[in-house]
Each structure stands twice: as C-alpha cells, then as structure tokens.
C-alpha cells in the first residue's frame, strides 16, 4: 500500500495556550494520516509549553525560541526543522476542519504546477453566528493581486487565502520565505512575491475547511488598525499589484483603517492622492472609498448580510 505523503504542520504562537491547544488539536485530528505538527513559541512562552504538555501525541514537535522574532521568521524556522515535503500554515487562534489536508492534497496531488498553493474557504467565527468566506470563488486565471483585494460587496471581506487555508510544497516556503521583521501583512506579502515564481500556481477547494475566529475583544495583529504601517507596507509593495488592486486595497485597507482611528482631513487626502495617482480607479473601487469616507460602519456592517452567506449559531469543531 502506498503511504500519503507526510505533511508538515507549522503553527507560530505567542501568549494564547488556550487556543494554542485547540490549534493543535484540530491539525492532529486531521482524516490525513500522515501528518506532524511543529509548534514554534516565539519567545517567553511557559504557559504555552504548559498548554501543549498534556497532548501526548509523538506528532507533536515543540521549539521554544529564546526571543521574540515575529511571525514571519518563526514560520520560516518551523518549515526549516519540518520533515514533510508539504506545508500547512496554522495561526495559534484559528482551527481546522477534520478532513481539511485531504482535501488539499487532492487538489494538489491534481495540479501540474512544481509549486501549488492551494487555499480554500473559512468559516469566519463571530461570537454571534457563523459566516462563509470569501463568497465568490476564486478565479486563479486573476492576478493574485486583484483575487485578494478588489471585493465585490461589503459583505466579502479580506479573507482570500487567508494563512490558516495555505497548503504547498516545503521546497517553495524554503525558496520564497516569509519576509523576515514584517509586524502585519505577512500572508499578503508573502502571497505577491510567491504569484512573481514561475513555478507557482494558485487553486482554490470551494469548501470551507479552516474555522478563523474573529472576537470582538481580541486584537489580532493582522486587524491592527495602524494605517501608516499599511500604506508605507503598500508602497514598497506596489510593484506586485496590479493599478486596479492597488486603488482598492488604499480605499479597502488604508482609507478603512484610517477613519476607524479618525485621521483628519490631512491623512484622507494623503490616501485619496494614492487612490487616483498610484493606483487606476474604477466605478467599483470608487464606490468603496466613498463607503469608508461617508458611510458609517454600523450602516456597512448592515449590508454584510447575504443569502449567499450561511449564517448559523456556533457549532464546536467535532475533532476538537
């Protein structure tokens, strides 16, 4: 009988043991049997080595890292010790469904690329329902660039091939690695200049397989709301987008992050220049910078709703 390929688990963790344990549990519970998981601590992190302690599974390889490095190096260094020949990106907060590597690995077992990434939907986790997203499927013949940032509606939200749904091969990670010392935007940096190898192609499991858990009272580092670090980070980026995605991830992520924190008048003309200039408009991504200028949030969250989205209590992950 022919054994499935070993893939390798990487999951970066700082200061959340409770979840930490969850993650973990969903990756182990996984219907692919061959798997390990390597849980990198990024720094002081006795709690979370406390947490993991009590899961008596030899799949389970833990590396405390003496300082804190950032997400981006502790992925890199988890995917260095991995002995897989695939990798699957876990974030400490979110979950994964039993049956979410076998899915991907079909797709990637089925992809002539040298290099597949494959994503899939999530279920975004609110302390009040559940919602599937993103609702459009992705269309791999776009440019990554327009794939992650130019939505259709209020209700699609940033979560395209969001980390925790990343699946591919160790030897690509290795040869395009996490940019080391980026506080925020890691998956999307990472996500552009993987689109630029060759050897890189992009599908997509229209399933939902990866629970991401958004909590009103807990700030993660990607929803951070520091619009200067966003528009500088675009900038240097600019090259990787096309002029479409370029005015719709100004007016979706920076204009959006700046008006949560009320910048002035100063600031909005500063990302308005960038929208027009920089960028190439279109009656879509105008209509998004004058949503996040003029219209107030609780009007836009009411417009989040759709039948295509199911919406449905919380429900706990079976393996889990």
């Known amino acids: 009988m022919n054994c499935p390929e070993l893939v390798s688990v990487v999951i970066p963790t700082l200061n959340r043991p409770e979840l930490l344990r969850k993650a973990v549990l969903s990756a182990l519970c996984q219907t692919w049997s061959s798997i390990e998981v390597i849980v990198v601590i990024d720094g002081e992190g006795r709690t979370s080595e406390e947490a993991l302690a009590s899961i008596g599974d030899e799949r389970l390889h833990v590396i405390p890292l003496a300082v804190n490095l950032g997400g981006s190096e502790a992925r890199n260094i988890g995917v260095r010790a991995a002995k897989g020949d695939w990798i699957a990106f876990l974030d400490d907060d979110d979950e994964w469904l039993p049956h979410k590597i076998a899915r991907q690995m079909e797709a990637a077992k089925a992809s002539q690329a040298p290099f597949p990434v494959i ?153 308005i220049r960038e929208f027009v200039y920089r960028g190439s408009p279109t009656p879509r991504s105008l209509m998004w910078l004058a949503a996040f200028l003029f219209i107030p949030q609780r009007w836009r969250r009411s417009g989040q709703k759709s039948p295509s989205i199911s919406a449905r209590p919380q429900q706990p992950i079976s393996a889990v």
């Open 119 to 271: 994503s899939a939907r999530l279920i975004v986790r609110k302390p009040e329902c559940d919602l599937i997203r993103p609702i459009h499927p992705v269309d791999p013949r776009l440019p990554v660039s327009e794939q992650l940032f130019c939505r259709k509606t209020f209700a699609d939200g940033p979560y395209t091939m969001q980390t925790s749904t990343l699946l591919t091969r160790r030897e690509a990670v290795l040869a395009i690695p996490f940019r080391f010392g980026l506080r925020r935007h890691q998956d999307w940096d990472w996500l552009l200049r993987a689109a630029c190898n060759p050897k890189v192609a992009f599908d997509f499991v229209p399933e939902p397989l990866t629970v991401f858990r958004v909590a009103d009272n807990r700030q993660s580092v990607g929803r951070a709301l520091d619009w200067h670090f966003t528009l500088r980070w675009a900038q240097e980026m600019r090259g990787y987008f096309t002029p479409k995605a370029y005015s719709f991830f100004i007016a979706t992520e920076c204009v959006a992050r700046a008006v949560k924190v009320k910048a002035g008048p100063a600031a909005r003309w500063l990302l």
